[in-house]
């Protein structure tokens, strides 16, 4: 196979899929919007569940519920029969994912849902088939030929599968009103936990301000400057709000008679740079770069009152840059 038919085989299989998922959009209906309505009453969990590829699916599905905040697991249809319906309870939902709906493994989790009442939602592409016919909402998977029609391997039914619950998972984070700090509790490791960090997680604190009050003379903003050493000291009204601050730019500015001035006098009024405690760190480093000038410091601002600085190394270290 030369590299050319290689890339031929790829774009075909991609839009074979895309094809199928633009259909799958255009057929989403009412019963889309009854399924999340069961999913959000849920007073229990999201039982997903499967078997081979269908499986690896529901896992992954399972695995977006939890991490958007929806109390979800995930169990293995065959371990079912054997034990694991013992992890379903009667105030859980089910989804149960199988292209024929055929399944032979499934059909102890089917009665254990009829026995107890527990709401059924089959992911199919047959509603005709016996987890069609068990469901209480039928999600159908449009027709569309598999990838590799000729071998009828899972592929397209596959990807359709993952991006219904996808869809899912996101109508449900959206009725919810999951917010980027509650996504942050699910995910504390790596570039999108640290992302996901606040300033407040980040921030030093009140007893490494480099602070003086407006009237204070420069001989002391700069004592204090170079004590603190962080290239800037704010300045306070008699009420501790932050009136603005003092950096290398406006020493140079003033430098004519500069001991002779008072922090009031020099400073660049604002700050027009700062951060509340509860802003995630990647909106501080938007803050530090645009608009222009970039800053390397913000102060931490709360009620007007400086609580706390956040250098850029700060971001560095925690991995948001």
């Not at 196979?1 to 989403?28: F, H, N, Y």
């Not at 993952?162 to 699910?186: K, M, Q």
Request: hydrophobic share 50%.
């Amino acid at each position: 196979m030369t590299p050319s038919e290689a890339i031929a085989i790829g774009r075909r299989v991609l839009t074979a899929e895309a094809d199928a998922l633009r259909t799958q959009a255009d057929a989403l209906g009412e019963a889309f919007a009854v399924a999340v309505d069961v999913l959000y009453a849920a007073k229990g969990r999201i039982i997903c569940t499967g078997i081979g590829k269908s499986g690896h699916v529901a896992r992954k599905i399972a695995a977006t519920f939890a991490s958007t905040g929806s109390n979800a697991m995930f169990v293995h249809a065959t371990e079912a029969s054997h034990g694991d319906l013992g992890m379903i309870g009667e105030d859980d939902v089910i989804l149960a994912l199988s292209k024929t709906g055929e399944t032979r493994e499934l059909a102890d989790v089917l009665a254990y849902a009829s026995r107890f009442k527990i709401p059924l939602i089959a992911l199919t592409a047959r509603p005709d088939s016996a987890l069609g016919r068990a469901a209480n909402i039928v999600l159908q998977l449009v027709d569309a030929p598999e990838a590799a029609d000729e071998l009828n391997a899972p592929t397209t039914s596959t990807t359709l599968q993952i991006a219904l619950g996808d869809a899912l998972a996101v109508a449900l984070l959206e009725r919810r009103g999951f917010a980027p700090s509650d996504f942050r509790v699910f995910h504390p490791g790596g570039k999108l936990g640290a992302m996901l960090r606040t300033v407040a997680d980040l921030m030093h604190g009140a007893d490494e301000l480099p602070l003086v009050a407006s009237g204070a003379s420069m001989r002391e903003a700069l004592l204090v400057m170079t004590e603190k050493r962080w290239g800037v000291v704010g300045v306070q009204d008699a009420d501790g709000r932050l009136l603005g601050a003092i950096t290398d730019g406006d020493l140079r500015r003033h430098i004519d008679g500069l001991l002779e001035r008072t922090a009031g006098e020099v400073m660049t009024p604002g700050p027009r740079k700062t951060a509340p405690p509860g802003m995630l760190a990647a909106e501080a480093l938007s803050i530090m770069s645009d608009p222009a000038p970039a800053v390397t410091v913000l102060f931490v601002v709360e009620a007007g009152r400086p609580v706390g600085i956040l250098h850029v190394h700060d971001l560095l270290r925690a991995g948001v840059i």
